[in-house]
């Protein structure tokens, strides 16, 4: 096995955000769940667009902002997602490069646009999540650079991205791809939604040895072991997957590798002003501690630390430098 020249390769919707402050009723009068995500069509998208106050643009997408927090932390990266030729899209193209990351999957012409998320955040930080998945749902297996997925130390895959068809055939031969060159592969639920749509899946993907890292958060766990026993549920995942981590909001965040469990508490922060982008941003935290050979628990640290740096603002973008934050904190 040939030493890996990067330290994640991340598979994934490549969305640019639009994220704008609501009181509770708007959110309430679009009948969806606050803290919730949602899916819609292009049409319903420009409608509520039309109607949300004042936003700003940031690029997204939860694999998209796991590889960009690492990035943000030392780790060589590079992303694989489909942008339309479009004003977003290079927008989209603009800020993950910016950030140090490899992208290089070529534009798609023509409908649909790309891929857009209206993110709501009501005054207590909670993001409720419109997203119009437009040209990232059509991302082709012929699109995988299959020899920079085979260069990296992680494949990292988000359940996001499995609802289109086109995507989770490119995701399945990832996998392949992943393995045969001995790398690990890291998957993140994403939401309680994707369980819902396919939770078989995922659990069949867990019996196979196809994911040797798993993300959820407690909810999302609950979901997959199909129980209201946190402890039960977590041991019988874990039992399915060489490392299992599981964030559970204030309560800080545990994970059992291998049989070794560790457990932290959340970062303290002032306030909570936006919960976007807190889950991804924990993956990446952890898994940049991983790659860097720390042990479970300081790789736990590096994910509430870096959690805990997004939800101290708005957007899924780290606004300070966590790699010196990790430095101060943990040395």
Same mark, same amino acid.
């Given at each position: 096995m040939t030493e890996p020249t990067l330290d994640i390769v991340a598979i994934g919707n490549a969305i640019v955000d639009v994220i704008a402050q609501a009181e509770e009723e708007f959110v309430a009068a679009e009948g969806v769940t606050k803290g919730s995500m949602r899916l819609m069509d292009e049409e319903t998208s420009d409608s509520l667009y039309s109607r949300m106050g004042p936003g700003r643009e940031i690029s997204g997408g939860s694999a998209a902002n796991t590889v960009a927090g690492m990035a943000a932390m030392g780790a060589k990266c590079g992303f694989i997602g489909q942008v339309a030729d479009d004003q977003l899209? $290079?927008?989209? &193209? &603009?800020?993950? #490069? !910016? =950030?140090g990351v490899v992208f $290089?999957?070529?534009a798609r012409s023509g409908h649909p646009s790309t891929a857009r998320c209206l993110i709501l955040v009501t005054p207590d930080g909670q993001r409720t999540m419109n997203t119009f998945l437009g040209a990232s749902q059509f991302l082709p297996e012929a699109a995988l650079d299959r020899d920079m997925i085979a260069s990296a130390r992680i494949l990292y895959l988000e359940g996001y991205l499995w609802d289109p068809a086109e995507p989770r055939a490119a995701m399945r031969a990832a996998i392949d791809i992943a393995h045969k060159a001995g790398r690990q592969v890291a998957f993140t639920l994403s939401d309680t939604f994707c369980i819902a749509r396919h939770g078989d899946d995922f659990r069949k993907l867990l019996a196979d040895g196809a994911v040797d890292i798993l993300f959820a958060n407690e909810s999302e766990l609950l979901a997959l072991a199909g129980g209201d026993d946190f402890e039960a !549920?977590? =041991? #019988?995942?874990a039992a399915s997957v060489d490392t299992l981590v599981v964030t559970r909001g204030g309560d800080g965040a545990v994970a059992i590798q291998k049989g070794q469990r560790a457990q932290v508490a959340a970062e303290p922060i002032d306030r909570i002003v936006d919960t976007t982008g807190a889950g991804d941003l924990f993956a990446a935290g952890f898994m940049a501690g991983q790659v860097q050979g720390r042990s479970l628990e300081d790789s736990l640290h590096m994910g509430a630390i870096a959690a805990g740096e997004i939800i101290s603002h708005y957007g899924a973008r780290a606004e300070a430098k966590l790699d010196e934050l990790i430095k101060a904190r943990l040395g």
């Amino acid at each position: 096995m040939t030493e890996p020249t990067l330290d994640i390769v991340a598979i994934g919707n490549a969305i640019v955000d639009v994220i704008a402050q609501a009181e509770e009723e708007f959110v309430a009068a679009e009948g969806v769940t606050k803290g919730s995500m949602r899916l819609m069509d292009e049409e319903t998208s420009d409608s509520l667009y039309s109607r949300m106050g004042p936003g700003r643009e940031i690029s997204g997408g939860s694999a998209a902002n796991t590889v960009a927090g690492m990035a943000a932390m030392g780790a060589k990266c590079g992303f694989i997602g489909q942008v339309a030729d479009d004003q977003l899209g $290079e927008v989209f &193209h &603009h800020d993950i #490069s !910016a =950030n140090g990351v490899v992208f $290089e999957t070529p534009a798609r012409s023509g409908h649909p646009s790309t891929a857009r998320c209206l993110i709501l955040v009501t005054p207590d930080g909670q993001r409720t999540m419109n997203t119009f998945l437009g040209a990232s749902q059509f991302l082709p297996e012929a699109a995988l650079d299959r020899d920079m997925i085979a260069s990296a130390r992680i494949l990292y895959l988000e359940g996001y991205l499995w609802d289109p068809a086109e995507p989770r055939a490119a995701m399945r031969a990832a996998i392949d791809i992943a393995h045969k060159a001995g790398r690990q592969v890291a998957f993140t639920l994403s939401d309680t939604f994707c369980i819902a749509r396919h939770g078989d899946d995922f659990r069949k993907l867990l019996a196979d040895g196809a994911v040797d890292i798993l993300f959820a958060n407690e909810s999302e766990l609950l979901a997959l072991a199909g129980g209201d026993d946190f402890e039960a !549920a977590l =041991n #019988s995942v874990a039992a399915s997957v060489d490392t299992l981590v599981v964030t559970r909001g204030g309560d800080g965040a545990v994970a059992i590798q291998k049989g070794q469990r560790a457990q932290v508490a959340a970062e303290p922060i002032d306030r909570i002003v936006d919960t976007t982008g807190a889950g991804d941003l924990f993956a990446a935290g952890f898994m940049a501690g991983q790659v860097q050979g720390r042990s479970l628990e300081d790789s736990l640290h590096m994910g509430a630390i870096a959690a805990g740096e997004i939800i101290s603002h708005y957007g899924a973008r780290a606004e300070a430098k966590l790699d010196e934050l990790i430095k101060a904190r943990l040395g």
